[in-house]
């Protein structure tokens, strides 16, 4: 069974730093991707980064480049969100999502076959 733990959220000012983590248990292979992303208040799910096992593929969001960093730790099945430059409009419920096999890190919610629990994140100004 697969499953993804989501932590890191937290309460920071406005210009601070939070780094989420996604830690991955369950996977038979190793051919998946993990994504994130994020539910404000009264928002659609929207998609913030994603990365391929492989290391491979990666994507941000227009909102999030330059600020945030997808990395992960592969000995720890781990990935994770560096946010830097926080802003308000950051603020959200940030979801791990995952999804084994092809295509690697699709753009939709609805190709994701695993979800975590969810961190939330909120940016004071």
């Known amino acids: 069974e697969v499953q993804l733990v989501e932590s890191g959220g937290g309460l920071v000012q406005a210009g601070g730093s939070l780094r989420l983590s996604c830690a991955a248990s369950?996977?038979?292979?190793?051919?998946?991707?993990i994504g994130w992303f994020r539910q404000a208040p009264g928002k659609e799910r929207e998609g913030v980064s994603c990365?391929?096992?492989?290391?491979?593929?990666?994507y941000y969001a227009d909102s999030v480049k330059g600020r945030f960093t997808i990395s992960s730790d592969n000995a720890k099945n781990t990935v994770y969100l560096k946010m830097n430059s926080l802003k308000p409009e950051d603020t959200a419920v940030y979801y791990c999502?995952?999804?084994?096999?092809?295509?690697?890190?699709?753009?939709?919610?609805?190709?994701?076959?695993?979800w975590g629990q969810g961190t939330q994140v909120t940016v004071s100004s």
């Open positions: 999502a995952a999804r084994a096999g092809e295509p690697l890190c699709p753009r939709f919610e609805y190709e994701y076959e695993y």
């Open positions: 990365l391929s096992k492989s290391g491979s593929l990666r």
């Open positions: 369950g996977f038979t292979s190793d051919d998946y991707s």
